[in-house]
């Protein structure tokens, strides 16, 4: 079981992605149309599917069941339509999506990533929590281009973990991760889901939250370690380099094939309403909405994650400070953030529910 498997709906194109596959490990090709399967599982499935045509997801699925064993990673490379592609790659239940067309690296990587995050063993939210920090720590590299198919990757992990196990078990398996910033982007990654899927959000724009939240920091990767892991309080030089990260992350991404909206979303998360923030002062109206939410999981997920020199905040004393900012945040995505801070936190649904029966006494 040591071979790679690609499914795929033009065998002539499968070849050519072979040749770059066949690098990483040996690859079979299969056919979606053809009837014999052969034998043997795959370490590896990658599908490679441009027209999905509800008879080749279904024959994608039939494969799938028969080939996939349990813990096996399944890459679905994303061709046109990426919402539409998403939301099949999750029915699927494939680990991870890439954009069909990605240099043979980053293909490379991302297979890389998922395969040495198997272990069969562990429950899944760990799989795929493992598989998104060690994406990060091959893109997250000063130096390396960060393209938008590997964050589209890391972000369909967290979806697809949030969606299966929920928004208590992600910050679990992620606050194991040792290397700060990358616990910090899954973790308000993971919030993101969570909150947009609290607010009743459509599948791409949950996703499109999902994927800003996990970019916000990447800035973060031009600062000196010896600044962003000081054990301690940051003197005013310090902060002020710290402060260049949004900054820094807007110019890293330029170029780069990302949209608009998640430029403006790393370099923007730290403005507050009141005009108190950085690094260009904004005041409210000049806030995007979608800014606004990432910056609300960006506070409480700051609050909660674990450092070394410092145990991580209680949920419930993590959602008083951020209820503390109204007026720097926004107030309605503050309140309507209480449902994400009580799904991590136990002891505020208890609080949340002997509210509600109180209330209902009195009435
Ligand atoms: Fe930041
Ligand atoms: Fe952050």
């Known amino acids: 079981m040591s071979e790679l498997l690609l499914i795929t709906d033009d065998p002539r194109r499968g070849e050519r992605l072979a040749q770059d596959l066949g690098t990483f490990r040996a690859c079979r090709i299969h056919d979606l149309y053809a009837e014999a399967l052969g ?36 890459l679905f490379l994303v ?43 562990a429950p899944a939210v760990e799989r795929h929590a493992g598989a998104a920090q060690r994406l990060l720590a091959d893109v997250f590299v000063p130096g390396v281009l960060v393209t938008p198919a590997a964050i589209e990757t890391g972000t369909g992990l967290v979806t697809r973990a949030i969606r299966e196990a929920g928004v208590r078990a992600w910050i679990q398996a ?47 990767i031009r600062v000196p370690p010896a600044i962003l892991n000081k054990p301690g309080q940051l003197d005013a030089v310090e902060l002020s380099v ?46 995007p909405d979608l800014v606004r939410l990432v910056t609300v999981c960006d506070v409480y997920g700051a609050l909660i994650e674990r450092r070394p020199y410092r145990a991580p905040m209680a949920g419930k004393q993590a959602f008083s400070i951020l209820d503390g900012m109204v007026g720097r945040l926004d107030g309605d995505l503050v309140r309507a953030f209480q449902p994400i801070a009580a799904a991590f936190d136990p002891s505020m649904r208890a609080a949340a529910h002997d509210r509600a029966a109180h209330a209902a006494h009195i009435r």
């Open 79 to 121: 061709h046109g339509n990426a919402a539409r592609a998403e939301a099949q790659a999750q029915a699927l239940g494939a680990t991870g999506t890439l954009g069909f067309g990605v240099a043979a690296q980053t293909l490379l990587a991302a297979l890389e990533g998922l395969h040495r995050c198997e272990d069969p063993s």
């Open 39 to 74: 034998t043997g599982t795959p370490a590896l499935i990658v599908s490679d599917v441009s027209t999905l045509t509800s008879d080749a997801v279904l024959r994608l699925r039939r494969i799938l069941g028969r080939v996939r064993g349990d813990g096996v990673p399944y």
């Open 242 to 287: 710290m402060r260049t990260h949004p900054v820094l992350g807007h110019a890293m991404l330029l170029g780069c094939g990302f949209e608009d909206a998640m430029l403006t979303v790393v370099r923007s998360h730290h403005e507050m309403l009141d005009g108190s923030g950085y690094p260009d002062a904004l005041l409210g109206g000049q806030i």
């Open 174 to 220: 992620v606050r194991r991760f040792d290397n700060a910033t990358h616990q910090h982007c899954l973790l308000v990654a993971g919030l993101a889901a969570a909150f947009a899927s609290s607010l009743g959000f459509a599948a791409a724009d949950r996703h499109r939250l999902t994927k800003a939240a996990l970019l916000h920091d990447v800035g973060k």
